[in-house]
């Protein structure tokens, strides 16, 4: 889940490393249905591709997002997804995140 601890090599958690997972988006099921297949992820979340796919179809997009990023279709499309009731879920509150050296 967002924001869990690193293990180090003997399995120890490390308190100087969290672990953010990236990809992922959150469905607000108060305006679309929840998701009933878990596809290995916590309740009421999607992997950013699938929720990619639901965009361009609602929208009607036949482009794709595959080889060099287009910044200016990345506004757009968060504000697509937010129309669908998806959005990116906040960082864990843990205040600060240190850099590995």
Same mark, same amino acid.
């Given at each position: 889940?967002?924001?869990?601890?690193?293990?180090?090599? =003997? +399995?120890? %958690?490390?308190?100087?490393? !969290? $672990?953010?997972?990236?990809?992922?988006?959150?469905?607000?099921?108060?305006?679309?249905?929840?998701?009933?297949?878990?596809?290995?992820?916590?309740?009421? !979340?999607?992997?950013?591709?699938?929720?990619?796919?639901? $965009?361009?179809?609602?929208? =009607?997009? !036949?482009?794709?997002? $595959?080889? %060099?990023?287009? $910044?200016? &279709?990345? &506004?757009?499309?968060?504000?697509?997804?937010?129309?669908? +009731?998806?959005?990116?879920?906040?960082?864990?509150?843990? +205040?600060?995140?240190? !850099?590995? %050296?």
């Amino acid at each position: 889940g967002l924001g869990r601890r690193a293990k180090g090599g =003997g +399995g120890a %958690e490390r308190k100087d490393v !969290t $672990v953010i997972d990236g990809g992922l988006m959150r469905l607000d099921v108060s305006r679309c249905s929840p998701r009933t297949f878990p596809v290995l992820l916590p309740a009421n !979340t999607l992997y950013a591709c699938h929720a990619a796919a639901l $965009v361009h179809a609602s929208q =009607g997009w !036949t482009h794709h997002e $595959v080889g %060099e990023v287009d $910044v200016a &279709q990345m &506004q757009p499309a968060l504000l697509a997804a937010e129309g669908l +009731g998806l959005h990116v879920p906040p960082l864990p509150p843990h +205040g600060h995140f240190k !850099t590995l %050296e």
